[in-house]
């Protein structure tokens, strides 16, 4: 049988991610105290719906359809991994969250962004090779169909599915968006065949669900299907969102990169940009630049 969602779950999610707000608001405001363009309020806006997206995802009434209609599940995914990832790191979430937490755990938790090790890590998961493996894998091993299945069993499996989308998510977006602590430089015109690439198992996945003459994932033929989509009609409008979300957004975010390649102030912006600021700095500036 199918896992259900619980209301339970909801409360500790929801709960989770006001916590991370509050924390996040209470950096912000204390580095807007010092440099008000550091982070902007559009920035700070985006990581606010990327949390509400991410809610949206795991603790409304969409994640009590997943068992039910195999499109609310692909909504799921395409929430977590393709939307909420990069509305989180166009807000700058690293700055304003260290700034926020409280000082005792930033300096415990310094040493660990020195060590090597740590160091070393960071710098093997942001290669853009590996944020596009990470994403690859999670999403063609989560979709073939035993792996599926066992996840829909299982509200634990399922949990622990919902995550990986969110944290590969994050990790292919990382080379894309190059949030803070990430070296700071100009766009490439890697990046736009990395999100080229980056559409082919998408295309492959959803073009497979969609032309299927078969119900891939039997759960589906014991749920009520409460829009009264058959199991199949709803199979293929599942792949068909996915192809249409990802391809849109894909070639969004390349024809941005693209119209910054091209801008003729884009090195000169890089440039200044690079430049150490020299304004006065603040105890949550000072805490930020110690733990980094």
Excluded: N
């Excluded at 991410?54 to 068992?67: F, G, N, Q, R, Y």
């Excluded at 035993?146 to 996840?151: A, Q, T």
């Excluded at 749920?223 to 391809?247: E, K, N, R």
């Excluded at 849109?248 to 091209?262: H, K, P, R």
Aim: charged content about 10%.
């Amino acid at each position: 049988m199918p896992h259900t969602h619980h209301a339970f779950d909801s409360f500790w999610v929801s709960a989770a991610l006001v916590v991370l707000g509050l924390i996040y608001v209470r950096g912000w405001v204390g580095i807007r105290r010092v440099d008000p363009d550091m982070i902007t309020s559009w920035r700070a806006a985006s990581f606010f719906v990327g949390l509400l997206v991410i809610w949206a995802a795991v603790a409304s009434s969409l994640a009590s359809l997943d068992h039910e209609v195999l499109t609310a599940h692909m909504v799921q995914h395409l929430l977590l991994m393709t939307i909420a990832a990069p509305l989180v790191w166009l807000g700058d979430p690293v700055k304003a969250l260290l700034c926020g937490s409280p000082a005792p755990l930033v300096r415990a938790i310094g040493p660990l962004f020195h060590a090597r090790p740590m160091k070393r890590l960071g710098k093997a998961l942001a290669h853009p090779i590996v944020c596009w493996l990470g994403a690859t894998i999670t999403l063609v091993a989560w979709h073939t169909p035993p792996v599926f299945m066992f996840g829909m069993r299982s509200g634990m499996w399922h949990g622990i599915e919902q995550a990986s989308f969110l944290f590969t998510g994050l990790l292919f977006w990382w080379p894309v968006i190059q949030p803070w602590p990430a070296l700071s430089k100009s766009p490439e015109w890697s990046m736009l065949l990395y999100l080229f690439f980056a559409t082919l198992p998408c295309d492959i996945l959803s073009g497979f669900l969609v032309f299927c003459d078969r119900v891939v994932y039997p759960a589906y033929f014991s749920s009520s299907q409460p829009f009264g989509l058959s199991p199949l009609q709803d199979q293929q409008c599942a792949a068909a969102l996915m192809w249409t979300v990802v391809t849109v957004i894909y070639l969004g975010a390349g024809a941005i990169i693209t119209a910054q390649l091209l801008s003729p102030y884009s090195s000169q912006e890089h440039s200044i940009a690079q430049q150490p600021s020299q304004r006065r700095t603040s105890p949550q500036a000072t805490r930020l630049m110690e733990v980094i």
